[in-house]
């Protein structure tokens, strides 16, 4: 399903709308939320928005449980942490228990914190599938989403859940959830903002099949139901 929105903060703002959406339905339903949140810049307003009155109040947040969908392998209070934003922004102002909340973590190495977050979220899902409740993701102009980056060999993983990556352009290692696991989500939505996505956006949902060089035409959830939250200036040309 694909929502576009006037502008960046209309679009935040029908996000945060969207996530206490899913958390009410997954908390009614299944006595508790397990979100996935995305990192870089665009969510940043929706997190926030998510930490005012109006929205805090709506979620169960004792029944919320927070993972990452990716992470830079940097010190916590490195400004490049995802975890360190949705911190600032959200989670140091929600009533949430710091139990619940799991950041991913590099150290003592980025295949050892894979191993383990891949660990955590085994037991947190057992003894059923590896189902999130939601799962958000960026979208980057390269066609990356998460940290799968284009030409990645984990592009092509199959079996593991969380894997240690490089990036080469940034000379960055990153921790990220696997397509494979992604697709298991009842929900995964893509938050994407500004008219230097439109190219992309464009040839991710209408273009030819080419996911090793758009890494985020392989989100195709399984059962669940996949969104793409647009604001005007992203959503370009796309035929609604
Ligand atoms: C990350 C993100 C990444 C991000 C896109 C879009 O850790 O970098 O997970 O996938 O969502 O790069 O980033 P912006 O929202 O900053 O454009």
Redesign the pocket.
């Known amino acids: 399903m694909i929502r576009v929105f006037e502008d960046p903060e209309t679009l935040s703002r029908g996000a945060a709308e969207f996530i206490v959406g899913v958390a009410r339905e997954a908390v009614a339903g299944r006595g508790r939320f397990s979100v996935a949140l995305?990192?870089?810049?665009?969510?940043r307003r929706t997190y926030e928005l998510l930490a005012q009155p109006h929205f805090r109040d709506e979620v169960d947040w004792a029944r919320s449980h927070i993972f990452w969908?990716?992470e830079?392998c940097v010190a916590p209070d490195d400004p490049r942490s995802?975890a360190r934003l949705a911190k600032g922004a959200l989670l140091d102002h929600v009533p949430v228990p710091a139990s619940q909340v799991h950041p991913m973590d590099c150290r003592p190495s980025p295949a050892a914190g894979a191993q383990c977050y891949e660990a955590l979220l085994r037991e947190f899902f057992a003894p059923g599938e590896p189902r999130f409740d939601l799962l958000l993701?960026?979208?980057?102009e390269n066609g990356?989403?998460?940290?799968l980056f284009p030409g990645a060999p984990v592009l092509a993983e199959t079996k593991r859940w969380v894997a240690a990556v490089y990036v080469a352009e940034q000379d960055l290692r990153r921790l990220t959830l696997t397509a494979p696991l992604i697709n298991q989500a009842q929900a995964v939505a893509f938050l994407v903002a500004g008219a230097a996505k439109a190219a992309v956006v464009r040839e991710v949902i209408a273009g030819p099949w080419d996911p090793k060089r758009l890494p985020a035409q392989l989100i195709r959830p399984e059962s669940g139901q996949l969104h793409w939250l647009l604001d005007q200036a992203s959503a370009g040309s796309l035929r609604l």
């Open positions: 995305s990192g870089g810049g665009t969510p969908g990716d830079r995802n993701l960026g979208l980057g990356h989403t998460a940290s």
